[in-house]
């Protein structure tokens, strides 16, 4: 059989594009703590995918950054909702630091 | 930029502040590096719609684009707009220039142009082992689907030890019956991992005589990205998948390669997906990251 790479095997790879491929460790990329930068949003959205730990690359890092995100949101705003914890990747926040 | 312009009340993501995002000001986006002469040129839009060029130093090009800032969207769906733009860079420019070493979505570069060139000049090393490395290799991904999963009563039936098990159940009081049936299960479930696993051995060994590389991956995509994103072309799921593979391997024994797959796919209910050649993501290396420079934190 012959292999395909038409739009349908393509759909297939992006997950291979988002998580695979060279990565700089050079200082010259925009890196934070020497982890590439990955975007929050993204990671987020594909933490709420439940995904998360399946991108290693993203999960210590976008933790971390993540839960000052939202450190920073509380005392930003009062939250209309003190006694709610903020759960980051299905942790608690407070597990994390 | 565009987080403060946004209203936020009531979104349940984690907000995050302007200035928490590292500002590039100028950096260049990443697609990929090729071997290329001089007077290269490469004309396709990029990401966004902005246009890409090639930076040649020396023999080694850089596909880039011009940018302000990282690429980040919650919307999955402008996400795989991107990461079909980044995929489809890449794949002119390797149409053009021969197996090129693929970037990670979203891998910028700060500094002009001129910095990338730098950056060429100061791995040239590892960028030319690696350029020779995969040269006429690409990445090439197998899944194979038993369609028609066997049934259990089928297994119990060619397995001494759960045809052992099904009889005490038969003969067993209530309580003791559960139990056997629990082990009866457990059984089950380890024949099934077991016909799998050997499944995909033999695969992983019959494709490592003509691929270079052979790597399993976990039985379901790491990400839902794909699912989230296709709901349309959805090819008959029925099926339990048996073993995911991805190898690098020479476009030359590309068909040998196929004609394995063929002899796994005339066994009665499997089916085997096939796809490349795509640019070897996978087997890409790690650049600037063995000590050259000390980054560590």
């Known amino acids: 059989m012959k292999p395909r790479n038409d739009e349908d095997a393509l759909v297939d790879l992006l997950d291979v594009v988002l998580r695979d491929g060279a990565i700089l460790r050079a200082d010259v990329i925009v890196s934070v703590a020497d982890v590439p930068l990955v975007g929050i949003k993204l990671s987020a959205a594909i933490a709420g995918m439940e995904t998360m730990t399946e991108y290693g690359l993203f999960e210590k890092w976008d933790v971390d ?10 005392y930003g705003r009062a939250s209309e909702d003190g006694t709610e914890s903020i759960t980051v990747n299905g942790r608690e926040r407070d597990e994390l630091e | 930029m565009s987080s403060d312009e946004r209203d936020l ?22 697609y990929c590096l090729v071997r290329a002469d001089e007077n290269a040129a490469l004309e396709i839009e990029g990401i966004d719609g902005e246009p890409v060029s090639i930076l040649v130093e020396d023999g080694i090009g850089a596909v880039v684009h011009a940018c302000e800032g990282i690429y980040d969207s919650a919307d999955l769906a402008q996400v795989k707009r991107w990461l079909v733009r980044h995929q489809t860079v890449i794949d002119e420019a390797s149409e053009r220039f021969g197996t090129p070493i693929p970037f990670q979505f979203d891998t910028i570069l700060r500094g002009d142009d001129e910095r990338v060139r730098e950056w060429i000049d100061g791995e040239r090393a590892t960028l030319e082992r690696a350029l020779s490395g995969l040269a006429d290799h690409w990445e090439y991904r197998v899944e194979v689907v038993e369609v028609d999963p066997v049934d259990d009563e089928a297994l119990i039936e060619r397995d001494d030890r759960l045809q052992e098990l099904r009889a005490k159940i038969d003969d067993s009081e209530e309580g003791t019956a559960f139990l056997l049936e629990k082990k009866l299960e457990q ?7 077991n016909r799998r696993e050997s499944a995909t051995d033999d695969l992983e060994q019959r494709l490592a005589s003509e691929a270079r590389e052979v790597h399993s991956l976990e039985r379901s995509p790491s990400a839902s990205l794909s699912d989230e994103v296709a709901d349309d072309g959805d090819d008959g799921d029925g099926g339990e998948t048996l073993c995911r593979l991805t190898l690098l391997a020479h476009e030359d024994d590309e068909g040998a390669i196929g004609s394995i797959l063929d002899d796994v796919a005339a066994t009665d209910g499997l089916e085997v997906r096939f796809t490349g050649p795509w640019p070897p993501y996978t087997f890409a290396p790690e650049l600037g990251g063995d000590g050259t420079e000390g980054s560590g934190s």
């Open chain 1, 65 to 74: 950054r993540r839960a000052r995100a939202v450190e920073r949101r509380r």
């Open chain 2, 9 to 30: 009340e009531g979104d349940p993501e984690p907000v995050v502040d302007a200035d928490d995002v590292p500002e590039i000001e100028e950096g260049r986006y990443l």
């Open chain 2, 187 to 193: 059984r089950l479930a380890a024949v099934r991992a």
